[in-house]
């Protein structure tokens, strides 16, 4: 799905992220508040969902190569993170639902895990 | 190996079919007449088209099987008489490395790109679509950052020494999480333009971030060199902090000792050191508590050269 | 649907609690923050989470929640086995990630909130 579609799917706010952009395919997703867990896998995610919302979710991004960022649970997001992922090229967006609920939604409309595990 | 071929090779392996496709692709129904797909096939100029019955692919029609058609008379029919069944199809998230091994495996000139979750119609992929898709994207390639990483990557070939390295030097300050990771990123950004392989580049990124991580949380400052040769990418990462008691115990998963604060920020579950020794292929951890710990991890590159 | 059910569907390995995955179960979490989850997760819920530290036993009992699936294979500390077993605690542990086992359990009618 396009991540215009995915956002849509996940009634999200896009904080950051041109139209073209958001035309991007993704097909892969990881779900966690836990950077490492991200970073862990063996296939980079074309999407993360977390729950964190510090400059961690946008330079983890950046480091594993992440196309975008989805902040879950409705947190607030500080205009620097915003900034932080324009610099870096990473499409940021914020949800209310949970990060259940989200993942949810995703897998419904045809997103997939990432590989797990060397 | 050539820049240009090692682009195009890099992009068989980055692009999903998805990314190339044509989408909304021209469909004919199995009870439309051949003599319908004739006038098609011509006013469309097209070779031809998935034939699509209750939104689900049942075949596929090409301009080989209207010439056999013509060929045998012409007598006019449904197109499900003369349609191949059950063609073979591609799924929009496979890489389009993958479906290359297609083509020339079937012989087929194009393939039906199918939504894995429900089977229904996205596109047609044609070889004609993959040069297509290729050359848009090589066209990309031209930008400024891309010759910027050009000339940076020919810096080991035009500089004529016995002993080449690029030695690249960050400070890192203790328990500042909001310049936490930058260094890493930065670091990413100029292999990125050394020309450094992606996997590679990716995996010294994760490994260096997750080292850094590990000073911002428990040290009070530390120092990050990186030195890239032509043979090998390596990072050496001293702090001054409290230390390692337990090293064995430190390299489990699981295993940490951050605080309550370090774990709400969405870091110390005990999996940093696991993800750098993954990444590396020679990691050498030395602590002393009191004092600090120093981290040395090395990746060669000459083994990703190997499998080109 | 039973915790029991959920095992069974999903192959989960049963590290404590075997006697209380009779618990009948409609809500799901994810989180790997504990704040986050005596704050948000719905009472009753089954929690999916990397966190395997002794803290999680006691952020369940807190939220009553009817279990805790480890994802990737995550081993819970020997301390953090000792004191769900005391508290009747189920600790299942899975080798998929967090969006796998939630897909899994979407499978299962089993919702967010």
């Given at each position: 799905m396009t991540l215009s579609a995915l956002a849509e799917a996940l009634s999200a706010k896009a904080l950051h992220g041109s139209e073209e952009e958001l035309q991007q395919e993704v097909v892969t997703v990881a779900a966690s508040d836990l950077m490492s867990d991200i970073l862990a896998r063996l296939g980079t995610p074309d999407v993360m969902l977390t729950g964190l919302a510090t400059l961690q979710v946008v330079r983890t991004s950046a480091v594993a190569g992440i196309k975008a960022a989805v902040i879950v649970r409705g947190k607030p997001v500080e205009e620097r993170l915003v900034e932080l992922a324009r610099e870096e090229d990473i499409v940021l967006m914020s949800t209310d639902l949970s990060l259940f609920e989200a993942s949810g939604r995703l897998y419904a409309a045809g997103m997939r895990s990432a590989a797990v595990r060397t | 190996m050539d820049p240009r071929f090692a682009k195009t090779r890099e992009l068989l392996y980055q692009l999903r079919v998805a990314d190339i496709i044509r989408r909304e692709p021209i469909v004919t129904h199995p009870d439309q007449m051949m003599s319908e797909l004739r006038a098609i096939l011509r006013d469309r100029r097209i070779s031809g088209t998935p034939v699509v019955e209750d939104g689900r692919v049942v075949g596929i029609i090409s301009i080989e099987d209207l010439i056999g058609w013509l060929s045998s008379g012409g007598q006019d029919c449904p197109i499900r008489e003369k349609m191949t069944r059950d063609p073979e199809v591609l799924y929009a998230d496979q890489l389009l490395v993958q479906t290359i091994q297609h083509f020339d495996a079937s012989g087929f000139g194009r393939f039906p790109v199918i939504d894995?979750?429900?089977?229904?119609l996205i596109g047609i992929m044609t070889k004609g679509a993959i040069i297509e898709g290729l050359l848009g994207k090589l066209e990309h390639a031209l930008r400024e950052e891309e010759i910027r990483q050009y000339r940076a990557s020919h810096i080991f070939e035009d500089l004529t020494a016995e002993y080449k390295e690029i030695y690249l030097t960050y400070e890192v300050k203790g328990k500042d999480f909001d310049l936490a990771g930058k260094a890493s990123t930065q670091m990413k950004r100029n292999l990125k333009r050394l020309g450094i392989h992606p996997d590679i580049a990716h995996r010294l990124a994760i490994a260096s971030y997750e080292a850094e991580m590990n000073v911002v949380i428990y040290a009070d400052r530390g120092v990050m060199e990186y030195r890239i040769t032509p043979q090998e990418v390596s990072l050496r990462i001293r702090d001054q902090g409290?230390?390692?008691?337990d090293i064995e115990k430190a390299m489990r998963p699981g295993y940490s000792t951050a605080a309550d604060w370090v774990r709400e920020l969405g870091f110390g579950a005990g999996m940093g050191l696991q993800n750098i020794k993954k990444c590396a292929d020679r990691m050498d951890l030395r602590s002393t508590p009191g004092v600090g710990t120093t981290l040395k991890i090395r990746i060669f590159t000459r083994k990703a050269n190997e499998t080109e | 649907m039973k915790l029991s059910e959920i095992v069974e569907r999903l192959g989960l390995e049963v590290r404590?609690?075997?006697?209380?995955?009779?618990t009948e179960v409609t809500h799901g979490y994810v989180s790997d923050m504990l704040s986050d989850v005596i704050g948000n997760a719905h009472e009753g819920a089954v929690w999916v989470t990397l966190q395997s530290h002794q803290n999680v036993v006691a952020v369940a009992i807190m939220r009553s929640l009817a279990g805790i699936i480890l994802i990737k294979g995550r081993e819970p500390d020997e301390e953090t086995i000792r004191k769900a077993e005391a508290e009747g605690v189920p600790i299942l542990v899975s080798e998929d990630s967090a969006f796998a086992v939630v897909s899994r359990l979407h499978d299962l009618g089993i919702v967010g909130g």
């Open positions: - | 894995r979750r429900d089977g229904s409290p230390g390692i008691a | 404590t609690g075997a006697g209380h995955l009779e």
